[in-house]
T-cell receptor, first 114, second 112 residues
Framework: EAGVTQSPTHLIKTRGQQATLRCSPI?????VYWYQQALGLGLQFLLW???????NRGNFPPRFSGRQFPNYSSELNVNALELEDSALYLC?????????????FGEGSRLTVL | DQQVKQNSPSLSVQEGRISILNCDYT??????FLWYKKYPAEGPTFLIS?????DKNEDGRFTVFLNKSAKHLSLHIVPSQPGDSAVYFC???????????FGKGNQVVVIP
């Protein structure tokens, strides 16, 4: 069974540009979560999607947005990139209703903003 | 505001000995706690969890202890093996949702 897959693995952008990161959850999982891991920090919760709807949002500015598609894959968009957006972006998935915190993570997309 | 704190960012331990990782939290609404392990270039993987109604949960070589009054939990790995060398993240959630608050992680190095 395929795990959570993320693309691209690495992405280099310049300040002011937009970045789009993609995530495919484990088959059968309907919930997708996005986390940011900046250097020296733990994983910071960004967004949670379930059944195509945004269910919860972390303390990030509106230029961080996303969506979930009918096949449950998800996109994270970061507009007007700033240097401090450089980080590892991790996507995770879980079964709907599996409120145990057992998330299955992808390998992440490393975004570098120059 | 870091609601989950892991101090002592790195730990070196001899193979066969015990590894103890500590985690403190500030949010009294947290009722479910987890540990994740992360190898380089891989995503975190779930290791073990504990509900706030328990004070201990054991799974093979891994045991998590929870002290609610002190808002503290710890992960014990006995015996430590070289394959345990990884970064360990403590995480917590409240109210049955999967929005996890993570600590910064502890790097564990097990010396053969």
């Amino acid at each position: 069974e395929a795990g959570v897959t993320q693309s691209p693995t690495h992405l280099i952008k310049t300040r002011g540009q937009q970045a789009t990161l993609r995530c495919s959850p484990i088959s059968g999982h309907t919930s997708v979560y996005w986390y940011q891991q900046a250097l020296g920090l733990g994983l910071q919760f960004l967004l949670w999607y379930d059944e195509g709807e945004e269910r919860n949002r972390g303390n990030f500015p509106p230029r961080f947005s996303g969506r979930q598609f009918p096949n449950y894959s998800s996109e994270l968009n970061v507009n007007a990139l700033e240097l401090e957006d450089s980080a590892l972006y991790l996507c995770a998935s879980s079964l709907v209703g599996a409120n145990t915190g057992e998330l299955f993570f992808g390998e992440g997309s490393r975004l570098t903003v120059l | 505001d870091q609601q989950v704190k892991q101090n002592s960012p790195s730990l070196s331990v001899q193979e066969g000995r015990i590894s103890i990782l500590n985690c403190d939290y500030t949010n009294s609404m947290f009722d479910y706690f987890l540990w994740y392990k992360k190898y380089p270039a891989e995503g975190p993987t779930f290791l073990i969890s504990i509900s706030s109604i328990k004070d201990k949960n054991e799974d093979g070589r891994f045991t998590v202890f929870l002290n609610k009054s002190a808002k503290h939990l710890s992960l014990h790995i006995v015996p430590s093996q070289p394959g345990d060398s990884a970064v360990y993240f403590c995480a917590a959630s409240a109210g049955g949702n999967n929005r996890l608050a993570f600590g910064k992680g502890n790097q564990v190095v097990v010396i053969p």
